[in-house]
């Protein structure tokens, strides 16, 4: 079956240190893949998108994001987090018009 | 930037009403889309919407769920009568082209508590 799976529920980083968000995904094939950030009482903000191409992809805030297909995984990366980075991020793939989201990862950033 | 609106985006309502969500896509946007996530839970596809009719449906869309899209504007969701379980945040979407090759954009959502 077709499925989207974000290992970490929670992670929790100091402000200034890197951060690895993960997601791996399983389809028969390569399908899009997204990245979203939802802040407390927002919607679904597009951080980034994978369609073809350079396997490494930039987005917004600083934000990149690397296709690797052996492992079937779109893993989310920041080098040095924000506290406003503090949100919960989902993964998303979207294969042949059905969109599907993993369950999210809670980003708390520390002092 | 253009941006979906929802509201409201707070509905408090009793087990067995009816309630609908109002959503205004972006202006120039042809497909249209609800997604529901049920507190701790995934975000989940309800259905999706183009040309004035329903293209597809979860198997969560039952015979409760309709969508309309009244004039040119509005994309609603009414749930005809409300269970406990409806209780979540209901999320309206919208793509210019074809969602296999571009981007959904969200609203801000609209948290339905049924009590």
């Known amino acids: 079956a077709q499925s989207v799976t974000q290992p970490d529920i929670h992670i929790t980083v100091s402000e200034g240190a890197s951060l690895e968000l993960r997601c791996n995904y399983s389809?028969?094939?390569?399908?899009?893949l997204f990245w979203y950030v939802q802040s407390p009482g927002q919607g679904l903000q597009l951080l980034l998108k994978?369609?073809?191409?350079?396997?490494l992809v930039q987005g917004i805030k600083g934000f990149e994001a690397e296709f690797k297909r052996s492992q079937s995984s779109f893993n989310l990366r920041k080098p040095s987090v924000h506290w406003s980075d503090a949100a919960e991020y989902f993964c998303?793939?979207?294969?042949?018009?059905?969109?599907?989201f993993g369950a999210g990862t809670r980003l708390t950033v520390k002092p | 930037e253009p941006e979906v609106t929802q509201t409201p985006s707070h509905q408090v309502t009793q087990m067995g009403q009816e309630v609908i969500l109002r959503c205004v896509p972006i202006s120039n946007h042809l497909y249209f889309y609800w997604y529901r996530q049920i507190l701790g839970q995934k975000v989940e596809f309800l259905v999706s919407f183009y040309n004035n009719e329903i293209s597809e449906k979860s198997e969560i869309f039952d015979d409760q769920f309709s969508v309309e899209r009244p004039d040119g504007s509005n994309f609603t969701l009414k749930i005809r009568s409300t269970k406990l379980e409806d209780s979540a945040m209901y999320f309206c979407?919208?793509?210019?082209?074809?969602?296999?090759?571009?981007?959904?954009?969200f609203g801000a959502g609209t948290r339905l508590s049924v009590l």
């Open positions: 389809y028969g094939a390569t399908p899009y």
């Open positions: 998303a793939t979207n294969y042949r018009n059905d969109m599907r």
């Open positions: 994978y369609f073809s191409g350079d396997t």
């Open positions: 979407a919208s793509t210019g082209h074809s969602l296999a090759k571009n981007i959904q954009y």
